[in-house]
């Protein structure tokens, strides 16, 4: 076997070389931004949870709120059912009251009309027989026809 | 016909050419690859050949991983893929095709006069640079002896106590296993790609009818290259474990 013995050495410089050279320029920058990215993974990796943990959350919070604002419009509507209910009667009610109120007062109207009547065909009467009183003296006239003329006022007057 | 490598010699100092050529070319394939590769590197948006070397990273990671914990093998890191680049590099850059000049006896290279036996030779300039002893040697060189600092400076007591393990006697042996390491480590890359190389000579001495062979042959070496770049990386790992690593129950 031929050893050619400064080979040997010009390999040992070459390769101290060489290594020199690919740690400085090569592997140095490479190992550097592998080392970024696992730290860039490992962040996108917590953001991804937190937004997750954030959307769990919010969808939590969601739908608690989707179901106060149910339980809300539900409560709504039987509020309103209830008015609306307790307004309707209201509403008869015063309604029934307002047409008794009219009627007695109608009825009163009534009343007091005929009663008005009633004295007013009084008044007259009363008038009358004094005109008639006067108009018999007037005339002068006999028991007969005296007689015919009360029947007849009389008559009059019945028929008012 | 016999193939030599371009000699020189400066101030009695043998110069493969060669060997320097290709070790100088395939350091440089390699910082280009990787440099090209991490150039507009990004974080968010990976370019294909960033996610190529990131690949290799994970893959000497996951050597690493096996051999021993992550952590306290995590400053090997660079020393396993500089290592598994250069040797798969090299290790294939041999294969392709193969420069060879006829020369006379006094020929010259840039001034230098190339050293031949004979008064005419071919001279091969293109080989893998791990098909030659010496280049192979070196690379072990590098992970043995960094092996044994590593097991002196971070684990001491263990590290020498393992040496008269299980008892004092067996002291010459673990010596013979500390140095069978290094010999098999350098031998088997050496000897795996230097034959490949031969045998690819051999078929192209076949002529037209080794065309088939020959095919089949590169894609064997390539698989070859491939594989024992890996293992070479391993075994450092493995070593390098051995030395560094406290073992429970000692």
Redesign the interface.
């Known amino acids: 076997?031929d050893?050619?013995?400064?080979?040997?050495?010009?390999?040992?410089v070459?390769?101290g070389?060489?290594?020199w050279?690919?740690?400085r320029?090569?592997?140095g920058?490479?190992?550097s931004?592998?080392e970024?990215?696992k730290q860039?993974v490992k962040e996108q990796l917590e953001s991804a949870e937190n937004s997750r943990k954030q959307a769990e959350a919010q969808y939590e919070e969601q739908k608690q709120s989707l179901q106060q604002a149910r339980k809300d419009a539900y409560d709504i509507i039987e509020q309103a059912k209830q008015t609306s209910t307790k307004q309707a009667d209201e509403i008869v009610n015063t309604a029934k009251s307002e047409a008794t109120r009219l009627k007695d007062e109608a009825v009163k109207d009534i009343e007091s009309e005929k009663n008005k009547a009633i004295s007013a065909l009084r008044s007259q009467v009363s008038g009358m027989s004094v005109m008639i009183a006067s108009k018999i003296i007037e005339k002068q006239i006999d028991d007969k026809s005296q007689e015919q003329l009360v029947d007849q006022y009389l008559n009059e007057v019945g028929s008012k | 016909m016999d193939h030599i490598f371009p000699e020189v010699h400066l101030g009695g100092i043998r110069f493969d050419l060669a060997a320097i050529f290709m070790i100088v070319l395939t350091s440089i394939i390699v910082f280009v690859m990787a440099k090209l590769a991490v150039r507009g590197a990004s974080v968010t948006n990976p370019t294909k050949m960033q996610n190529f070397l990131e690949w290799v990273i994970e893959f000497v990671q996951n050597i690493i991983g096996t051999t021993m914990d992550l952590k306290k093998g995590r400053p090997y890191l660079m020393l396993g893929i500089s290592m598994i680049m250069y040797l798969f590099v090299a290790n294939l850059l041999g294969l392709p095709f193969g420069i060879i000049t006829e020369a006379h006896h006094g020929a010259t290279f840039l001034g230098m006069e190339l050293h031949m036996e004979g008064e005419e030779a071919h001279i091969a300039w293109w080989k893998s640079p791990t098909a030659d002893v010496a280049v192979a040697g070196a690379l072990m060189a590098i992970v043995i002896v960094l092996t044994h600092i590593e097991g002196l400076r971070r684990n001491r007591k263990h590290y020498l106590k393992h040496y008269i393990e299980p008892y004092a006697a067996f002291f010459p042996l673990n010596v013979i296993k500390e140095i069978a390491k290094p010999l098999s480590l350098s031998l088997r890359l050496y000897g795996n790609i230097f034959a490949g190389e031969v045998m690819i000579g051999v078929i192209m001495g076949m002529g037209w009818f080794g065309i088939p062979a020959l095919i089949v042959w590169q894609g064997f070496s390539i698989f070859v290259g491939a594989i024992q770049s890996f293992v070479f990386v391993m075994l450092t790992m493995v070593y390098m474990s051995q030395a560094i690593v406290h073992e429970e129950g000692h």
């Open positions: 076997m050893i050619v013995w400064s080979n040997f050495f010009i390999q040992l070459a390769f070389i060489l290594y050279l690919l740690s320029y090569a592997f920058p490479l190992f931004i592998m970024q990215r860039f």
